[in-house]
């Protein structure tokens, strides 16, 4: 099923039980907590499907990629990071089940009944930025050791240590 948005939550037994499909964009305004870190670009998109074998888990699988913006850790100009991410969830109803998951799944606690979509891939989509993003080359005029008194706002913050140590080794 192609969706217009992806819901915010949905029946979790219902999802799994029907082997449901849903498809659907990844849209800026949705995800607060990620925008606290990197900016999403339009046209990110993520698919999850449920399954489930007899007796064994309920699981959603899925994939989930999308472009973030942000700031180069050498430059500190923007860049543009592509995300791509595959999702293993094995959903669980109370901690105690969480104990004996599959280890190969990550663990999504079910609450009343729901699947918090969007929170958990939101999850997803967090654990996907890089620590430290940088442009492969930075091509905007970044030098790594800046002539004296040419202090701009936008200087790197391992210019402004490299200074510091040469300070307090003189
Ligand atoms: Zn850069």
Redesign the pocket.
Known sequence: MFSDTLPEHLNANRFIDAKEEISGPLEPQHYKRFAEMATLLPGGRATVRGSREPYGPRVVSGELQCEASMT??????P?TVALEGSIHWGLVFSEREMQSLDQELDPILVEEGQLFLRQAIEDEMVLLLPIMP??E????G?TPDPEPGDVSEKESPFAVLAALKNEQGS
């Open positions: 180069c850790q050498r430059c500190l100009q860049v940088m442009h080359s930075c091509d905007n970044w």
